[in-house]
């Protein structure tokens, strides 16, 4: 499937925004070889050390992450690419928040074998398969430069928001279990004051209860919008839910 990176609000669109990745819909169709030397071609990889002998881990790594950053299609990546030495190094693969979080979001055993073990607070089998980081195109391509685009990312995000507290209410066991563990995994990543700050909110939300967790992501202003952004919430809303609301939500055109 097709993938296209969300605007943050108060952000800029840029060209990563209109460049799609790709994610393959089942990890078994990953068939890529698992031994040997591996030469990419000049479309994924245009650098002289394209050929990477898959005994070393450190090179199977960088090739990892040339190829799910650079390849222009699923077959691309369904040829290149081993399910199971995917599996084994993702943890270590340095991808943009944006790719890891759009193949984590689709194939949560990778979400799982990120999250270590200390953290990992949700049984293997829970049906944790979304996420809102990412979706898939909606049958085009966004485009550079569209105005209002912050402001409808803003819109979605609320729009999300209000969705997504049914499930909150109706089963906050396993609403508390994936806010935790997506929490666990943004620390590492937070690295400014403000980000963990906002992180400490939401902790301190979930331990007062889901009452509390809907009035923190209903917070007005831009303080309220820097909250949403860095949201727990991923993955206790449906996909398919997700989906319906981003396809309903108006574009705007020029």
């Known amino acids: 499937m097709e993938v296209y990176q969300a605007v943050a609000p108060g952000t800029r669109m840029g060209f990563s925004h209109t460049k799609p990745i790709f994610v393959v819909d089942n990890l078994a169709d990953l068939r890529g070889a698992a031994a040997g030397i591996v030469t ?11 050929s990477y002998d898959l005994a070393e881990p450190v090179r199977i790594r960088t090739m990892y992450e040339t190829v799910l950053r650079e390849a222009g299609s699923e077959a691309e990546i369904a040829q290149f690419i081993a399910r199971d030495l995917l599996i084994e190094h993702w943890s270590e693969l340095n991808l943009p928040m944006f790719v890891e979080d759009a193949w984590e979001a689709f194939h949560p055993e990778l979400r799982r074998a990120s999250i270590p073990s200390e953290h990992a607070v949700v049984p293997h089998d829970a049906p944790i398969t979304e996420s809102w980081v990412a979706y898939p195109s909606l049958g085009r391509s966004p485009r550079a430069g569209s105005p209002g685009r912050v402001d409808r990312t803003v819109i979605l995000s609320r729009a999300l928001h209000a969705a997504v507290e ?6 906050w066991e396993r609403a508390r279990e994936i806010m935790l563990r997506n929490i666990a995994k943004q620390i590492p990543r937070a690295r400014s004051p403000l980000a963990r700050g906002w992180l400490s909110e939401w902790e301190d939300a979930i331990r007062r209860g889901p009452e509390a967790v809907i009035d923190l992501s209903r917070l007005e202003g831009e303080h309220g919008n820097d909250l949403r952004q860095m949201t727990p919430l991923a993955g206790v809303l449906p996909f398919e839910i997700q989906r319906k609301i981003a396809l309903e939500l108006p574009r705007n055109e020029s």
């Open 40 to 50: 990419l071609p000049v479309q994924i990889d245009w650098t002289p050390a394209h």
């Open 166 to 171: 049914p499930y909150v209410l109706a089963d």
